[in-house]
């Protein structure tokens, strides 16, 4: 009787612990030398900023009770010290290292011993082409050292390793603006005359023609080869565990040509086709599909991924993108993998504006100052993201098991060293705790 009681209660237990983790993503990508949205360089470093936890308390409290982490793109390890990697360590937080090749068209071996070991394929130095940093004085040298160097020459072994998405982005589609002539009223065929396959070959565009006619299973393959190299570099320190992103974008379907076939075997009337086509009123989820088989991919080769997180367009057709994210959610609960989500402002660059929602649509609000004359641009940010996190929590996409990435790959929120302190309003770090505390707290979610 008594253990019968105690194994429910140990079920209980079981059932309510909640999964949810939490990831603190701040913008400070001056290492992205390649990347300069608004011209210039977005923030500064991490030294003199986040690392000096005197400006956030809070927030690493919150952080530590809920077994966050703190998300590091990989290019900025070479300009922090060890020390300065190992405050993070000793104040329990896990370190994402965020690697940038993934999205690019080089097959998985020559990313790994590029990103790993700073090899380049042949005689070129693709820290340089791809990433212009090329001889740099003020870091470590990428080349012929990889990105898992700090500055003072220690190897650092991140916890955990964030991949980029690498799939839509390199399968071969069609422009539209080949397919359909959209000046002409009724919109037309571009070559009206020409049969669907001639006129696909026409508007066909292969980013990646190196990556074989047997495109998603290629792609895929190339996980498998990086992590075989990921494996072998820190075989003798500990292998970090993987967390992959995913597009939940309409462009799945855009790009997905066999889907289109069905369509046009459907609506061969070019106007019709662009009905169905802009408003994806008949998806074929594919991408779905395709996450469960990289998932299980990933599990075969005992590396499954520790989260998968959902990087959401929620604004051209919101019910779109919820259909795609609940059926992601289902597929990663059944494969037992973690669901999160990457909560970024889709304000991106512009100046005025925040993201609204209006009756179930997520739109930009771009008069934003009329609206709410108060608010700096950061406040903004702040604003948004508060705005979409209840909202999908509201739509229950976002649930106590679900991992949240409070990040930024814009210019905003501005701040830069002592400037991030999180009693200013939204700063990156007033923002999570903002997050935490009127939302993640009071939702049971988070301790
Ligand atoms: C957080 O981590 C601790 C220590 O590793 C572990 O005991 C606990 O179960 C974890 N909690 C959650 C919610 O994952
Ligand atoms: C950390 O920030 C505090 C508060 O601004 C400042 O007093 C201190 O000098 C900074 N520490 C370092 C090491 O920069
Ligand atoms: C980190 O965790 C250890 C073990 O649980 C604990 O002793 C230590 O106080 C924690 N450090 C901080 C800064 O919270
Ligand atoms: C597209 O339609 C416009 C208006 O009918 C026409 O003037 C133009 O020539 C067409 N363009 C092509 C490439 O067919
Ligand atoms: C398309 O084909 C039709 C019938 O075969 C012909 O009348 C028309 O002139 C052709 N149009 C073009 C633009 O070639
Ligand atoms: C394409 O990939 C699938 C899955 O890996 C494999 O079963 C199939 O044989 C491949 N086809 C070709 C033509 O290589
Ligand atoms: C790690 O190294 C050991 C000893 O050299 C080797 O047996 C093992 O296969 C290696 N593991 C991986 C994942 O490379
Ligand atoms: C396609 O459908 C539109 C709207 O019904 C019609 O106006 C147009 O003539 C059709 N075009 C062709 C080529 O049948
Ligand atoms: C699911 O994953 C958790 C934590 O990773 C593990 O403890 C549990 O045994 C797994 N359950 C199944 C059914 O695989
Ligand atoms: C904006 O600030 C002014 C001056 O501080 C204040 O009077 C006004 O009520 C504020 N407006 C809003 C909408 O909060
Ligand atoms: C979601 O929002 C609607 C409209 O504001 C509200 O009626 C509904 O109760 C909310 N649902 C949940 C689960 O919070």
């Given at each position: ?19 949810g ?26 030294e ?15 952080l ?5 982490s ?12 060890n ?8 104040q ?40 212009q ?19 003072d ?11 980029d ?8 589609y069609?422009d539209?603006d080949?397919?359909?002539?959209r000046?002409?009223?009724p919109?037309?065929?571009y ?17 990646c ?17 990086y992590?075989?190299i ?6 003798s320190?500990k292998?970090?565990?993987?967390q ?15 889907c ?18 802009r408003?994806?009123?008949?998806p074929?989820?594919h ?14 080769i ?19 993108s919820?259909?795609v994210l ?5 597929i990663?609960?059944k494969?037992n ?13 512009f100046?005025n ?16 100052h ?13 604003l ?42 939204g ?21």
């Open positions: 009787m008594h253990i019968f009681l105690l194994l429910i209660n140990f079920l209980l237990l079981k059932l309510t612990q909640s999964k983790k939490y990831d603190f993503g701040p913008n400070q990508l001056a290492s992205n030398v390649w990347y300069k949205p608004k011209g210039q360089l977005i923030n500064g470093h991490y003199h900023s986040y690392s000096n936890f005197t400006l956030w308390p809070k927030l690493r409290q919150h530590i009770k809920n077994n966050g703190i998300s590091i793109q990989a290019s900025e390890i070479g300009y922090m010290t020390d300065m990697l190992m405050a993070f360590r000793r329990n937080l896990s370190i994402i290292a965020v690697s940038p090749a993934f999205t690019q068209c080089y097959d998985g071996t020559s990313l790994g011993l590029l990103e790993f070991y700073g090899q380049s394929p042949s005689k070129d130095n693709l820290f340089c082409q791809i990433f940093i090329c001889d740099p004085i003020d870091r470590q040298d990428p080349n012929g050292n990889g990105w898992f160097v700090t500055k020459g220690f190897s650092f072994t991140p916890d955990l390793l964030n991949f998405e690498r799939m839509p982005n390199l399968v071969s069609l539209y080949k397919l359909i002539n000046t002409a009223n919109i037309q065929w070559f009206p005359n020409l049969s669907w396959n001639d006129r696909k070959a026409f508007a066909r565009i292969d980013p023609p190196q990556a074989g006619s047997n495109r998603t299973a290629n792609l895929m393959s190339d996980y498998v080869k992590i075989l990921m494996k072998q570099k820190f075989n320190t292998i970090p565990q993987i992959i992103n995913w597009n939940v974008i309409e462009g799945w379907e855009w790009r997905d040509e066999s289109l076939d069905l369509l046009h075997a459907k609506y061969p009337n070019a106007s019709d086709f662009d009905h169905a086509y408003y994806v009123t008949e074929c989820h991408d779905s599909q395709y996450l469960k088989e990289l998932v299980k991919l990933l599990c075969s005992n590396t499954c991924p520790q989260v998968v997180y959902m990087d959401m367009d929620l604004t051209y057709i919101t019910s779109y919820l259909e609940r059926l992601n959610k289902q990663l609960n494969l993998i973690s669901f999160g989500i990457n909560l970024v402002d889709q304000c991106v660059e100046d504006c925040v993201v609204e929602i209006l009756s179930s649509q997520v739109v930009l609000n771009l008069d934003a009329s609206k709410y004359p108060n608010l700096t641009r950061n406040q903004m940010q702040e948004s993201l508060m705005n979409v996190l209840n909202f999908l929590i509201n739509q229950t996409v976002v649930d106590k098991d679900t991992h949240i990435a409070i990040t930024s790959w814009t210019t905003w929120p501005v701040e830069i060293n002592e400037a991030i302190i999180e009693s200013t309003a700063g990156m770090a007033h923002t999570a705790n903002e997050i935490f505390e009127q939302i993640l707290i009071p939702n049971s979610f988070a301790n």
